[in-house]
């Protein structure tokens, strides 16, 4: 007599997906290309949401205002602003043009130069809504990175960036050398307080 036995495979349970979204940028008050970069992170995230709803997936964003050359090191930040999810960079190139907002923020005379994206055959200033619900969707179902491109090794803080935090630094520290406007008030003869304080002469008011 033949005796059967059937085994069952094991039901293999999915975890819930989990999208960490990473915004790191020069900054987000002024930058037009930082700011829009976050809308458009917002924009995409409500076109998909029923998709998150359905997968039960758990969406993380994560803005960073990156300050100095030591943080820019630490989360090997190349160009702003950047758009990382589950640490991967959405853009496979660092390309970039001169970005006004971010020139005026530094003061610097050479000028500030922030990412551009590339994307079906455009440029833009600002990551693509499109390319931003497409990278959330690969990392929902697991499509590879090869067929798109893998993110560039990082080589270090470039001299665009160095630039922007050594100018934006002195000029921080040539504000906070300067008397306040109330002080200014009783420390000059009223014809010298045009011009701001001589931040080389700190322990005296020093207005010109």
């Keep these: 007599m033949q005796i059967k036995i059937q085994v069952s495979k094991k039901r293999e349970i999915s975890t819930p997906p989990v999208i960490d979204i990473e915004l790191l940028a020069l900054d987000l008050n002024s930058c037009t290309r930082c700011v829009g970069t976050l809308d458009h992170i917002e924009k995409a995230i409500d076109i998909i949401r029923p998709v998150l709803e359905v997968m039960d997936a758990q969406v993380n964003v994560r803005k960073i205002v990156v300050e100095s050359e030591e943080q820019a090191r630490q989360y090997h930040f190349a160009t702003s602003p950047t758009v990382r999810i589950n640490g991967n960079d959405i853009a496979f190139e660092t390309l970039e043009s001169e970005c006004d907002s971010c020139t005026d ?3 610097c ?3 500030t130069s922030c990412r551009v994206w590339r994307y079906r055959g455009g440029e833009y200033t600002e990551s693509p809504v ?5 990278s959330i969707l690969r990392q929902i179902f697991g499509s590879s990175r090869e067929s798109v491109g ?3 090794a990082y080589r270090g803080v470039p001299e665009n960036l160095r630039r922007f935090f050594r100018s934006k630094s002195d000029t921080r520290l040539a504000t906070e ?3 306040s406007p109330v ?3 009783t420390c000059c003869e009223p014809s010298r307080r045009a011009t701001c304080c001589d931040a080389s002469q700190p322990e005296t008011c020093g207005c010109h």
Excluded: I, R
Aim: charged share 25%; aromatic share 0%.
């Design 130 to 134: 499109g390319l931003v619900v497409e």
């Design 177 to 179: 050398s300067c008397c």
């Design 109 to 111: 005379d050479e000028g």
């Design 183 to 185: 002080g200014q008030e």
């Design 105 to 107: 923020l530094c003061g």
């Design 150 to 152: 893998e993110t560039p």
